[in-house]
């Protein structure tokens, strides 16, 4: 798992920056460690909670951000308790439509 207490950015989280169009903004870390799984396409997946406000296009103060080698995904609307759903749930959470409510499986 990435340490967001650690000076040094991995590359992956230096891509998803500038893929989730919010590059030049070192400063803002994650509000806790990421999380991490693999989808029902056998894909890997690394989740962060970021702090959004001043983003442009924010929809809120906090999104998750769901990124792998490929994509970059921000999600608006989420369980407090995200951190704790399954595989499949995280899964179902990354691939909501913009603005639908989450509701666990």
């Known amino acids: 798992m990435h340490d967001p207490d650690k000076s040094s950015t991995s590359p992956s ?5 500038n893929a989730a169009g919010v590059a030049g903004r070192d400063a803002r870390r ?6 991490d799984f693999v989808d029902r396409e056998g894909v890997f997946w690394r989740v962060i909670e ?6 442009p296009g924010t929809r ?3 999104c998750l951000v769901f ?6 995904r921000r999600v608006w609307r989420y369980p407090p308790g995200w951190r704790m759903l399954s595989d499949t749930e995280l899964d179902a959470l ?4 913009p ?7």
Request: charged residues 25%.
């Open 94 to 97: 990354g691939r909501q439509p």
């Open 30 to 35: 994650p509000r806790r460690g990421a999380v």
């Open 50 to 55: 970021r702090d959004a406000r001043g983003d």
């Open 60 to 62: 809120g103060d906090w």
């Open 13 to 17: 989280v230096s891509n998803v920056s």
């Open 67 to 72: 990124f792998n080698e490929e994509v970059a």
């Open 99 to 105: 603005g639908q409510l989450y509701l666990v499986p």
